[in-house]
């Protein structure tokens, strides 16, 4: 039942010392009392620091200590620090500002409030020794990579997918992906290109389905960006902070997202719960880099370069020597023969002469592929 008038302080009593006693969980204690978490933390709160003298209740009206926080914006504060139980006092600050509230306090102020609660854990951050860089508008550079698996209730392993705007940090594509194949890949990027259009540049890792395993940058995912003249960058291997700002928010969803439950029972669920992460990290989570109040959507807008229905046709400059790639994966120039590269079979290449006699520049496009060297 809720507080009784005549009783107010004995139930408060009570309750407080069942709560510290910690047997019945607060949820379910608070359920037994008729109030709400946010009420019951804030009493137990104020029964921690001031014993019995806290439950009892205060003037709305300035006292002695005309900033200290007022019980409705504790109550807000704990509320909000529930619902995301890895939000600290700055990313909660910005959350709540960004709401339209009025005097919240500062960050090391609902540090405190969740001090005081119980509701704070001190995350473990890693520590960086790399310089930072961003790109200057948005649509120049998209980070793209596979998270690490993980296994769903009936043994199906699920690898989520994410693709990150480097400037605004708007995450465009996050897909819990039942493989990591090239045309699956293709089929989620189709989707994105439709709706936010094209970018100029596209940072992703080394191997299978991104390319560079062995220092040749091209596969069919690859030729297929270049056919939509996306240049696409590799980071160094055995240095993934190249995509610090992909994986950082691959640690933002394991904390916010896949740890907050023992299991997900199936593929649904689980992108359901990715696709209302992607709203709340999009639209309403301030992110620090960006600004107190600054969610990334507030940062993003779409390309103007539109995705096409059909592929350009494949032309060169005037004095290009072109040569048709073989089934085989190979192409004949001045009697000899060359391997171009299986992603490039049956396709047209462009061969150009380099300052050095003998020495030839090999595009897709106009994206180089490789340099040869003839007989002068």
Same mark, same amino acid.
């Given at each position: 039942m809720p507080w009784r008038e005549s009783s107010v302080v004995s139930?408060?009593?009570?309750?407080?010392?069942?709560?510290?006693?910690?047997?019945?969980?607060?949820?379910?204690?608070?359920?037994?009392?008729?109030?709400?978490?946010?009420?019951?933390?804030?009493?137990?709160?104020?029964?921690?620091?001031?014993?019995?003298?806290?439950?009892?209740?205060?003037?709305?009206?300035?006292?002695?200590?005309?900033?200290?926080?007022?019980?409705? @914006?504790?109550?807000?504060?704990?509320?909000?620090?529930?619902?995301?139980?890895?939000w600290g006092g700055r990313k909660i600050r910005g959350f709540l500002l960004r709401q339209g509230h009025q005097g919240v306090p500062a960050p090391s102020t609902i540090t405190q409030i969740l001090r005081r609660n119980e509701l704070l854990t001190e995350p473990v951050r890693p520590q960086r020794d790399y310089v930072?860089?961003?790109?200057?508008?948005?649509?120049?550079?998209?980070? @793209?990579?596979?998270?690490?698996?993980?296994?769903?209730?009936?043994?199906?392993?699920?690898?989520?997918?994410?693709?990150?705007?480097?400037?605004?940090?708007?995450?465009?594509?996050?897909?819990?992906?039942?493989?990591?194949?090239?045309?699956?890949?293709?089929?989620?990027?189709?989707?994105?290109?439709?709706?936010?259009?094209?970018?100029?540049?596209?940072? @992703?890792?080394?191997?299978?389905?991104?390319?560079?395993?062995?220092?040749?940058?091209?596969?069919?995912?690859?030729?297929?960006?270049?056919?939509?003249?996306?240049?696409?960058?590799?980071?160094?291997?055995?240095?993934?902070?190249?995509?610090?700002?992909?994986?950082?928010?691959?640690?933002?969803?394991?904390?916010?997202?896949?740890?907050?439950?023992?299991?997900?029972?199936?593929r649904t669920q689980l992108q359901d719960a990715f696709d209302e992460f992607r709203r709340l990290y999009n639209h309403h989570r301030p992110h620090e880099a960006l600004g107190e109040t600054i969610a990334p959507a507030d940062h993003y807008q779409p390309s103007t370069r539109r995705f096409p229905t059909q592929l350009p046709p494949i032309t060169y400059p005037e004095g290009t020597h072109i040569r048709q790639v073989s089934t085989d994966a190979r192409f004949s120039f001045q009697g000899h023969t060359y391997r171009a590269g299986k992603p490039f079979k049956g396709k047209p290449i462009g061969i150009k002469a380099t300052t050095t006699p003998g020495t030839w520049n090999i595009y897709y496009r106009h994206h180089h592929i490789k340099t040869i060297t003839t007989n002068v």
């Open positions: 139930e408060r009593l009570e309750f407080v010392r069942l709560a510290v006693e910690g047997v019945i969980p607060m949820a379910e204690l608070c359920r037994r009392f008729g109030i709400s978490r946010q009420t019951g933390y804030v009493w137990l709160g104020r029964y921690r620091v001031e014993g019995e003298a806290g439950l009892v209740d205060r003037s709305r009206r300035p006292g002695s200590h005309p900033d200290e926080t007022g019980v409705e @914006m504790v109550e807000l504060v704990c509320a909000v620090r529930e619902a995301h139980p890895v930072r860089f961003q790109a200057d508008a948005p649509n120049r550079l998209w980070q @793209m990579d596979f998270k690490g698996w993980l296994t769903l209730q009936d043994g199906q392993r699920i690898h989520p997918l994410g693709i990150l705007d480097d400037h605004s940090r708007y995450n465009l594509c996050l897909q819990a992906s039942t493989d990591q194949q090239t045309l699956t890949v293709q089929d989620y990027l189709t989707g994105v290109f439709t709706r936010y259009g094209l970018p100029d540049r596209m940072l @992703m890792d080394n191997g299978s389905p991104w390319g560079h395993t062995t220092g040749f940058p091209w596969n069919p995912l690859t030729v297929w960006l270049a056919d939509l003249d996306i240049r696409v960058s590799h980071i160094r291997p055995f240095h993934p902070q190249t995509q610090g700002k992909e994986e950082r928010f691959h640690q933002t969803l394991d904390l916010e997202v896949l740890h907050r439950r023992r299991y997900w029972e199936t």
